[in-house]
């Protein structure tokens, strides 16, 4: 469904993002600088708009954003439109795109989710993550080629997305953490819970790895499986 640039998490070598292609638009979710190079390498002959819809701002989310718009720009010549998920994270990578990346004007806009108007796009969901960014941090309901796609961002809560979890058609991609660090879910927290969407025909994948060694172990002869990348 989603094909990942990476699965970790802010200290891994490659930073939880991922794409899809609907129609002539590449829809990428969150973009981080060390996606660049397998982001570099796609095939482009068929894509006539980029959209990147941002999470939050944590540098392992929104790092990339600005060399990706320069090189849609100058080498590519494909527009890109930025979807903030609320009016404060509009202005921060507005801030961020135009004063300090200094990305050419004509070459992207940012936009809220009600002017998004694309068959692909369901919802932004507000969910819980640093003390930091209250209110500032937001999940995805989108729908791909007639399946619903949650993804969940970076989040402490589960709560938010259980409302759309229903049917055998859903795909649920969440992040996950073996640290207990009190702004991930913690998997030994939601484990049950996770397991319990699978069986009741959820295909759940996990996302924004941090110790990758530990989840395999926890997640063995489960449904539960860790996203593969590009
Ligand atoms: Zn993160
Ligand atoms: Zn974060």
């Excluded at 469904?1 to 991922?18: E, H, I, P, Q, R």
């Excluded at 404060?88 to 940012?110: F, M, Q, T």
């Excluded at 049917?167 to 397991?195: C, K, M, P, R």
Aim: aromatic share 12%.
């Amino acid at each position: 469904m989603l094909k990942f640039f990476g699965n970790g998490s802010a200290f891994a070598d490659t930073n939880t993002c991922a794409y899809f292609i609907q129609n002539h638009d590449m829809i990428i979710i969150d973009f981080s600088q060390s996606a660049f190079p397998k982001f570099r390498n796609l095939d482009f002959s068929d894509i006539s708009k980029i959209y990147i819809l941002v999470t939050h701002t944590h540098g392992d989310h929104i790092s990339g954003i600005g060399t990706l718009i320069h090189y849609a720009y100058f080498i590519l010549k494909i527009p890109v439109t930025v979807v903030a998920p609320c009016s404060d994270v509009a202005d921060e990578l507005k801030e961020l795109l135009n004063r300090i990346e200094g990305c050419i004007p004509d070459g992207y806009k940012v936009i809220l989710p009600y002017e998004v108007n694309q068959n692909w796009f369901t919802a932004a969901i507000p969910t819980e993550h640093s003390e930091q960014h209250i209110k500032k941090c937001f999940g995805y309901a989108l729908s791909i080629n007639s399946s619903s796609v949650i993804y969940t961002g970076d989040t402490k809560i589960l709560s938010p997305y259980l409302p759309y979890l229903h049917g055998n058609n859903t795909y649920l991609y969440t992040e996950i953490s073996a640290h207990n660090s009190g702004v991930h879910l913690y998997i030994n927290d939601f484990f049950d819970t996770l397991n319990e969407l699978c069986q009741n025909g959820i295909k759940v994948y996990l996302m924004h790895i941090d110790d990758k060694a530990a989840i395999e172990q926890k997640i063995k002869g489960t449904a539960l499986k860790i996203v593969d990348t590009i």
